[in-house]
Nanobody, 114 residues
Framework: QVQLVESGGGLVQLGGSLRLSCGAS????????MSWYRQAPGKQRQLVAL???????TYADSVKGRFTISRDNANNTLYLQIHSLKPEDTAVYYC????????WGQGTQVTVSS
């Protein structure tokens, strides 16, 4: 069974920074690309960033230059470093293998105040 536990969210002022973390089952982490999605109120869940097993990264246009995805394969942990937060970044952030297999954690809420 896939286990995904996100953490690190919070209430941040406009322009602030956060680092999100995701602990994942070792059985899936080592053999899968991993990704971060987010879902804002009333909107569909959208892909934010993904990273291959070898470390190649891809970002949504809306976050390029502000978000950095990384992975610690030794500790089965995925990270998302976020800078220059904007109100439109407010959402629940989820990590999942890529492509998604239907397993989601509880997510971590990021709220940007202006």
């Amino acid at each position: 069974q896939v286990q995904l536990v996100e953490s690190g969210g919070g209430l941040v002022q406009l322009g602030g920074s956060l680092r999100l973390s995701c602990g994942a089952s070792g059985s899936i982490f080592s053999v899968n690309a991993m990704s971060w999605y987010r879902q804002a109120p009333g909107k569909q869940r959208q892909l934010v960033a993904l990273i291959s097993t070898g470390g190649r990264t891809t970002y949504a246009d809306s976050v390029k230059g502000r978000f950095t995805i990384s992975r610690d394969n030794a500790n089965n942990t995925l990270y998302l470093q976020i800078h220059s937060l904007k109100p439109e970044d407010t959402a629940v952030y989820y990590c999942t293998p890529f492509p998604p297999s239907g397993s989601w954690g509880q997510g971590t809420q990021v709220t940007v105040s202006s």
